[in-house]
């Protein structure tokens, strides 16, 4: 596992929304940064926000923001996600948890009110209704 400054998973994010539709940076209790390979992926965490795709200013101020909250999760957490994906020509973002096994996550998914968990091994969404 590659660790990443604060400012080199901020830069991975954004490169790689803007490339591939979206990221998912690992950040742990320690303050390391990482890309997460296995489990899957829940949001929810906090409610998800967005800005426009070509406004760099708005992602760092965003992603900043996830960060900050996500050091009040890792207070009571070893771990947390800040996942990015694009919408409607918008970027999301959103704070997750990821789990073990996709049952949980599912579970936990549908009880956060989330349409879909990411698998991250396979690279794909799984809907929650589609148990």
Request: proline fraction near 2%.
């Amino acid at each position: 596992m590659k660790n990443f400054s604060f400012d080199e998973a901020m830069c991975f994010a954004y490169g790689s929304t803007m490339l591939t539709g979206g990221s998912s940076i690992g950040i742990m209790d320690n303050g390391e940064h990482y890309v997460p390979k296995y489990g899957f992926v829940v949001g929810g965490i906090v409610p998800e926000k967005s800005c426009d795709m070509d406004n760099r200013e708005d992602f760092k101020n965003w992603y900043n923001h996830f960060h900050l909250q996500a050091g009040v999760e890792l207070e009571r957490k070893l771990a947390v996600i800040i996942g990015t994906w694009v919408a409607d020509g918008k970027i999301v973002f959103d704070l997750c948890d990821v789990l073990d096994d996709m049952k949980s996550a599912l579970e936990l998914a549908a009880k956060r009110g989330e349409r879909a968990i990411y698998d991250l091994e396979e690279q794909r969404e799984i809907f929650v209704n589609n148990q």
